[in-house]
Nanobody, 115 residues
Framework: QVQLVESGGGLVQTGGSLRLSCAAS????????MRWYRQAPGKQRDLVAL???????NYADSVKGRCTISRDNAKSTVYLDLNNLKAEDTAVYYC?????????WGQGTQVTVSS
């Protein structure tokens, strides 16, 4: 089993930027898809972005143009760059690793955007 640890969250002002990291305890090369989700208080967990092992990316409409997901298989780390942050980006951000029927989740990192 792989363990995922997110970091990089924090308090940032509207319009600011953050880089979130998701470090895996083992290789992520075997995972077909790495994803970032977020969950705001009282709301469901929503997909923010994903990246396949081949490097294909996809983004939620709410972050398209402001967000970049990347993966470094050698470092077993996935990144999420968030720019031009808005109040509605406030949430706990979770990393997910998916392979066949197996999913691993991190504990989440809080992102708070203040005006």
């Amino acid at each position: 089993q792989v363990q995922l640890v997110e970091s990089g969250g924090g308090l940032v002002q509207t319009g600011g930027s953050l880089r979130l990291s998701c470090a895996a305890s083992g290789s992520i090369f075997s995972f077909n898809v790495m994803r970032w989700y977020r969950q705001a208080p009282g709301k469901q967990r929503d997909l923010v972005a994903l990246i396949t092992n081949g490097g294909t990316t996809n983004y939620a409409d709410s972050v398209k143009g402001r967000c970049t997901i990347s993966r470094d298989n050698a470092k077993s780390t996935v990144y999420l760059d968030l720019n031009n942050l808005k109040a509605e980006d406030t949430a706990v951000y979770y990393c997910n690793a998916h392979r066949n029927s197996y999913d691993a989740w991190g504990q989440g990192t809080q992102v708070t955007v203040s005006s």
